[in-house]
């Protein structure tokens, strides 16, 4: 029992420290993209998703970064993915909507917009992008 208790412990400790070393990767990305460091960004996002591939916090990253770097494509491939692991993020949703939109596929963005607004009815920024996008702006 105790090594049980032992175990668990360990366990959450460990866990604990990888959501630590994530939140700060993610302070280093965002400061290098501020930094204008977007190379650097982009190494730091990719590594990040190469440790935790199931976590939709790393592709969206990896997404801002390809954004600011001008990959729209791989940035709208990154946040697909991180929607396909947690698609209760309304943030991504809108994200992924503006990409779609400014890919032209207007669909797309509708839904994303739309999808986000069922998760989050006040979320008033998607409320906007997709009136924008009906008044075809």
């Keep these: 029992r105790d090594l049980h208790r032992v ?13 630590c070393r994530m939140e700060q990767d993610i302070a280093k990305i965002e ?20 440790e935790f591939p199931d976590l939709a916090t ?29 698609p209760n993020e309304s943030s991504v949703l809108n994200r992924l909507g503006l990409l779609h939109a400014q890919a032209g596929d207007v669909d797309a963005a509708r839904d994303a ?3 986000a607004l069922r998760l989050d009815p006040h979320y008033k920024e998607a409320a906007e992008n997709l009136k924008r996008l009906s008044l075809g702006r």
């Design 7 to 19: 175990d668990r412990r360990q366990r959450q400790m460990c866990i604990r420290d990888r959501v």
């Design 31 to 50: 400061a290098c993209c501020r930094s204008g460091e977007t190379d650097a960004a982009l190494q730091i996002a990719r590594r990040l998703v190469d």
């Design 58 to 86: 790393a592709h969206s990253a990896l997404a801002a970064v390809k954004s600011v770097c001008g990959d729209a494509r791989g940035a709208r491939e990154s946040l697909l993915q991180a929607v396909r692991l947690n």
């Design 113 to 115: 917009f739309e999808r």
